[in-house]
């Protein structure tokens, strides 16, 4: 996505959950660079946090595309950890560790995303990154900062009873999704006035015909209502002006349905469209009253 120069202020664009669905920020950024409005910053949750991580290196949407087909396949998922479910079933026998039970093995997805990100550290990207997760321990939300971009998308993407939790600074974190699916409160904490936020509730399964699905399907239950929760508290309770785009899918698009991935793109551009002439208004106002308050000060 190539930035445009812009006389209007940049926003922060939070990138919340949503698997592969989340591709739709690119879209709605190709509409943002159009427009002339500059990502000051960018904060993502759980999938979000790997788009939040392109888009703070300020890739081309090609690139940017392209990355994440390569990254996010069904294969990810696909190698049992035997240890870890010989330890659920004979826990006594095996002995379970927590802070390394997951069902799936995460040795492809760390390579993946190590391929993908490489030596990149957070405090060193083009736009200010901040990707979110969840204390195992007690459920507080995480903000990470700083580190191996890698390693925070990793702890971020640490989907409960798949992956296991990820240790940074002592700490094991498990899935953003699980504190806040939209984490629009990190962008507020940092001094966002103008906040475009993108999100997705999760999928409910179709037919519940496994342990699996079963899992799955209480998981988004509560992150869904969650996600309700904290939007609207965050709505009341705070000042910043925030922009939800909700892009709407005729199609079902399932966890690695990476194929339809134009399809998602074009989805959040024309709901960015939507929203496009009244976020240039606003930012316009905001301009506008940033320069009067700047002459107040210089004649005080």
Request: hydrophobic share 45%; glycine share 8%.
């Amino acid at each position: 996505m190539t930035e445009k120069s812009s006389a209007l202020p940049g926003i922060t664009l939070v990138i919340g959950s949503g698997s592969v669905k989340c591709a739709a920020v690119l879209g709605v950024a190709k509409v943002l660079a159009e427009a002339g409005i500059g990502i000051d910053r960018v904060v993502g949750c759980s999938a979000g946090a790997i788009f939040a991580g392109l888009i703070a290196q300020r890739p081309d949407l090609d690139q940017a595309r392209d990355a994440t087909i390569n990254l996010w396949t069904k294969e990810l998922t696909s190698k049992r950890d035997n240890k870890a479910l010989l330890s659920a079933m004979a826990p006594k026998l095996m002995g379970f560790n927590a802070g390394s039970f997951g069902l799936r093995s995460d040795k492809l997805v760390n390579q993946r995303l190590r391929h993908v990100y490489g030596d990149l550290r957070i405090e060193d990207m083009p736009v200010p990154l901040h990707i979110t997760a969840t204390d195992f321990s007690n459920g507080e939300l995480v903000e990470i900062t700083r580190g191996p971009v890698w390693k925070a998308i990793r702890a971020s993407i640490a989907i409960p009873f798949a992956f296991s939790p990820f240790e940074i600074e002592g700490r094991q974190l498990v899935d953003g999704f699980v504190s806040d699916p939209l984490p629009i409160s990190v962008a507020i904490k940092n001094g966002a006035r103008v906040i475009v936020a993108i999100g997705f509730e999760s999928p409910l399964q179709e037919r519940i015909t496994s342990a699996g699905r079963f899992a799955f399907q209480l998981s988004s239950l509560l992150s869904n209502n969650l996600l309700r929760a904290r939007f609207a508290f965050n709505s009341v309770a705070h000042h910043s002006e925030v922009i939800t785009i909700v892009p709407e899918f005729s199609q079902r698009i399932r966890l690695f349905d990476t194929a339809k991935m134009p399809y998602i793109i074009e989805a959040g551009a024309e709901a960015a469209r939507e929203q496009i002439d009244y976020l240039r208004r606003l930012l316009a106002s905001e301009q506008g009253a940033a320069s009067a308050g700047s002459q107040v000060r210089s004649v005080a």
